[in-house]
């Protein structure tokens, strides 16, 4: 049950990509680009991305950590899907052992051949899950950055 406070625990990040708008937002959509870059450490890996990308439809991505041989997968619905400018998800962890469904607003703006992404993730259960998961996402963005989308 998410109440006021908690609704109100969330992050904000924007990050700028060398690449048109819609390769930006097909690298957040497309599976086999997904699994090149989606996990929160650089030497992670994703073993797993699944997308069925339409409104109502779900997706579930594992990130492996090498590190302590760990795999975690977070699953959801799409309740937004507007090519190419703005992505809706619920978020939540299959191990989690108190489960909080969040909710994953991805905006894609167009900047003359660039794009600049923000990306909000709201309804996180405390202040260390926001820190956790502010974390994870830096990481995230950075592989998306490294792997995919070099240029800038």
Known sequence: MTDGTQAAIGLRLERTFDAPRDEVFDAWTN?????????????????????????????????HNPENDETHTVAGEYREVKRPAKLVYTW???????????VV????????????????????A????????EHGWVG??????LR???GA
């Open 148 to 150: 995919v989308f070099p």
């Open 31 to 63: 599976p086999e680009v997904m699994r090149r870059w989606w996990a929160a450490g650089r030497d992670w890996s994703t073993p797993l991305a699944e997308v069925d990308l339409r409104e109502g439809g779900r997706y579930r991505l594992s990130m």
């Open 105 to 124: 607003t991805v905006e894609f703006h167009d900047r003359g051949g660039a794009t600049d992404v923000v990306l909000v993730h709201e309804g996180l």
């Open 140 to 145: 995230v963005l950075e592989n998306l950055k």
């Open 126 to 133: 405390s202040e260390q899950s926001r820190e956790a998961h």
């Open 92 to 102: 939540l962890w299959e191990t989690d052992p108190e489960p909080n469904e969040s």
